[in-house]
C-alpha cells in the first residue's frame, strides 16, 4: 500500500536530549515499504512472521473513534463531507497565501468555463464540418470554431501549470502552518497529558494529520477541476439530448463505489498499522542515532533490535497485503460493472444516432462530452475518496487542536508572587493508570530562608512531590498553597515565572551555551548575568575550554558544535537554575554527575540561596543533606521522618538507615583506595 499518506514523513530534527533516550519528535512513523529507510537486514522473513509473539511491543487500538471514522466512508458520508473539506482547506489556504488562494479559485473558474466553451467548439466544428456542401465554405464555417477550441485549449493548459505552481507553493506552508498550531496546542496541555497512553496517540494521530493538510489543497483543486468540468461536459450533453446523462452518471457509479471502498480499506488498514508504525519509528530512532549507540555496540544489542523491527514490519506487511488484495478484488468488480454500464451509454448513442434523434454533428459532440464527464465522474469520485481519507486524517489534527487531546490547561489567572511560604496539604497523586499512589496523604510547609531536603529510596515520590511543588502536576487530591493560593488558581505561566528548576532528567539543548543558560530569555544585565550563574554552578571551568565561549554551539553532530561530559553538562543545568530570578528553587539531584569538588560547591551555595527564595533539595547524598535545615524522609509515597539533621541521624528510623549505608559504602571506598594505594 504506497500512496502519499504512508510515505514517511519530515522529521529528524534531533531532540532536546535529555536523560532518557527520547523518542524521535514530531516523526510520524514511515511504514515498511519506504524502502531505503528499512535496513535491509530487517526485512522480514517467512520466519518472523510466524515467530512473532503477537503480543509484545504494540500499542494499537482500533476500536477507537477514528476507526469509526474510517468505517463510515461511504457515497453518501463523502457527498457531505466534500465540501466541508474543500471549505476547510481554503480556510487554511487563506490563513497562509491569501493571494495564492484567491489565484487558485479564479484559475479554476475560468478553467471550467473554458472547458465549456471547448465543448462548444466541438460541437460548432462537427457541426460545420459534417453540413453538406462545398469543402472550402464547410471549412470556412469551422475555423471560427477551431480558432476558439485552440484559444480555449491552450489556456486551460497556461491556467493548468498556474494552477500547480500556486498548490506547490500554498501546500507546503500549509503543513507547516497545521504543524506550528499543533507545537502551540501541545505546549498548552497539562504535563499529566503525556502520561495518557490516549493522548500520546491521538497527539501522533494529529501529527499525521498536520503533515497532509498540504495534499488537501492539491485535491481540493482537483476536486473543483474535475466539477468543472463535470459541469461543463454536463450542460453539452444534455444539450444534445438529457436521457444521456443520467445514463452515463449511473454507468459511472460501480468504479466509484469501488473506489470509495477501497479508500476506506486503505485508511482502516493503516490505522490498524498505526501503533506498529509508531513502533518502528521509535525503535529506529534507537537504532540509528547516537544517543544509544554504544549501548547497542556493547550490550551486543543489534540482532536483537532488528529482530524486533523485522516482526513489527512482518505485521504491518499482513495489514498491507490484506488491504491491497481486498482493493484489488473490489476495482476488478467495479471495472466490470463499469464496463458494462459503458456499452450501455454506447449503445443508447447509436440508437439515438440510429433513430435520428440526434444529427451526426451532435452525434460527435456527444462523444467528446461522454468523455469529459466520464473522466470527470471519475475524477470526483477518485479525489473525492481519496480527499475524504485526507479529510480523516485532518480531523485527527483538528479535533486534537480543538480540545488539546482533552487536557488543555484551564487554571486560574492569579499571578503569584515570589512565595513566602508553599504548604502542601493532605497531597495524595496517583499517575494516569496507576493502581497505586506515588504520594499518599503528605503536608509539609516550605518557607522562604530554608532549605529543605527530600530524601528516601529510589521510587518513594521524591520527584513526584518536587513536581507538584512547582505546580507542574496538580495532585489528585489535597492542595498545594502557594502563599494560600491553591496552584491549580494561578496563572501557569505567570507560576513557572517563579519556579526555578533542575529535573532530574534535564535537556541537553542543542543550542549555544548563553542560550543552554538563559532558556532565550535574556536578562537586561546581558552576559554578566550569566557568567554570574556559570560560576555558581562550577560551569565557567567548562565555558572557559570551549572554543567559543558562551557562543560555543552545544551540538557534536552540528558544524562547529561541542560536546560536553555528563558533569560538564550537570554544571550547565544547575547555571540554567541559578540564572533564573525566582521564587523557588527545585534541585532533583543537582549533583548526581559532579565530581566532589563540584558538589561541594554546589552544597556551599545552597545557603546564600536560599535566603531569599524557597528552596526544595531532593537527593540520594545523605552525608551532604547537613546543609539542609530540615530533612523530610519519604518512604513509599509517605512522610516517615522530618526534622534537622543532628536530630534526624541520632534517631533510630529510616534516615539513619541511608545515612549508615551511605557511610558504609564510602568507608569501603575509601579503604579500597587506601588498600589500592598501599600495594
Ligand atoms: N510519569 C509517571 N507515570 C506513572 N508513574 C510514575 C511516573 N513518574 C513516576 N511514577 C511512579 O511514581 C512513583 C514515584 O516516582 P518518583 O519519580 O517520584 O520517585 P523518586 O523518589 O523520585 O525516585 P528516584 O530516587 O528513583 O528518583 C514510582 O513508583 C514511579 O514508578
Ligand atoms: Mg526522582
Redesign the pocket.
Known sequence: MTDRHDAPLPGGVPAPRSAPLPPPPGTTPAGPQDGPSVPPEAQPTAAAETDAPESQMRYVDVTGSREAAGRSIRMSDMARRLPQLVRRSLALAWRVDRAATVGLLLCQAVTGVMQALGLVAISGTLTALLASGNVYHRLLEAWPSVALLAGASGVRALLGITVGWLSSRLGPLMSREAEQMLLTACAEVEL?A??EPDFNRDREAADRGAQVTGDLINEGQDLIASAASFLAGAVVLTGVNWVLLPLLVAASLPQALAQVSSARVRYLANLRSNGDLRMLSVLRWHIYTKDAADQIRAGTMAPFLSGRYRQTVARINREDRAAADKGARMSLVGAVCGGVGSAIVWGAVVWLLATSRISVGHAGTAIFALQTVGQSVRGLVGVGARAVRTGLYMDDWSGFLDKAGGFRMRRGTHRPKPPQKIEIKAVS?R????N?D??SDVSLTLRRGEVTA?V????????????LVSGLYLPTDGQVLWDGTPAGDADPQALWQQVALVP?DYAHWPLTVRENVTLGQPSPRGDAAVREACEAAGADEVVDKLGAGLDTLLAREWLNGEELSGGQWQRVALARAFFKEAGLLVL??PTANLDPRAEYRIFQRLRDLARDRVVLL?T?RITNVAVADRIVV?DE?RIVQEGPYHQLSQQPGLFQQLLSYQVTSEESQCDGEHRGART
Open positions: 499529566c503525556y502520561d497523586h499517575y494516569a493508570g496507576k497505586q506515588a504520594l527530600l528516601g529510596f529510589n521510587g518513594s515520590g521524591k520527584s513526584t512531590l518536587s513536581k532530574q532533583d539531584e531532593v540520594h519519604l509515597g
